[in-house]
């Protein structure tokens, strides 16, 4: 069975702070990881996938990496906006169409 | 481009009554998925379907139901509206080019069951 734990749970951040967020998984190979951003009264909105260890990907202040069991996003020197729900989620090989098991979230709160 | 569209985006029901969640998507995507919301829970998936005619189950599946006449729409069915319905339903659309992959999901709708 596919899993998903992120971690922490709340992160509490001054503006401009740098930080992490945490994603395990395990899965019996990895067809994506996905990183989602959702604001309260969203849907989530697309922010990265992620097919292989050692790839990243960035957009603005953050940037996502892979290891074959976890996944980071850092968010470097944040600013208020950038308080959200940061959801990670996972595609195993056989499935398609949709299909991703998610993680709890990271409830991100930035303060100016 | 309107993306995934969900409505109503709140709805209030009676245990035992029945309604219907409307899913659009005007990308022209084969892939489409409902996924439950709950606190403490992350996101579950419902029921899914890869195309026009096709469904299958999720995680969630029971108490719900699906179909998938065109490929612009997906409605979820709840038959007997319990309790632990409660929830906020998203619907999400996506397509593949390779092994690639890209959801995207409509704004939720928020389901009270009394």
């Known amino acids: 069975e596919d899993q998903v734990t992120q971690s922490p749970e709340a992160l509490r951040l001054q503006e401009g702070e740098s930080s992490s967020l945490n994603c395990s998984y395990t899965?019996?190979?990895?067809?994506?990881l996905f990183w989602y951003r959702q604001d309260p009264g969203k849907g989530p909105e697309f922010l990265f996938t992620?097919?292989?260890a050692g790839e990243e990907k960035e957009k603005e202040r953050l940037k996502a990496t892979l290891t074959k069991k976890e996944s980071f996003l850092h968010i470097t020197a944040p600013k208020p906006e950038d308080s959200a729900t940061y959801l990670c989620?996972?595609?195993?090989?056989?499935?398609?169409?949709?299909?991703?098991?998610f993680g709890e979230g990271t409830q991100l709160t930035v303060n100016p | 481009n309107a993306g995934v569209t969900q409505t109503p985006k709140f709805q209030v029901l009676k245990t035992g009554q029945s309604m219907t969640l409307q899913c659009a998507q005007d990308?022209?995507?084969?892939?489409m998925s409902w996924y439950r919301q709950d606190p403490g829970m992350g996101l579950r998936l419902i029921h899914y379907?890869?195309?026009?005619?096709?469904?299958d189950q999720g995680e969630v599946p029971n108490g719900y139901n699906v179909s998938r006449s065109t490929t612009e729409d997906f409605p979820l069915r709840l038959l007997s509206a319990a309790p632990s319905q409660t929830s906020v339903y998203f619907c999400?659309?996506?397509?593949?080019?390779?092994?690639?992959?890209?959801?995207?999901f409509g704004s939720g709708t928020q389901l009270s069951v009394l």
């Open positions: 999400a659309s996506s397509y593949s080019w390779g092994r690639r992959e890209k959801l995207f």
């Open positions: 899965v019996s190979g990895l067809r994506g």
């Open positions: 992620l097919y292989s």
């Open positions: 989620a996972v595609q195993a090989p056989e499935t398609s169409g949709s299909r991703l098991t």
């Open positions: 990308m022209n995507h084969e892939y």
């Open positions: 379907s890869v195309g026009a005619g096709i469904t």
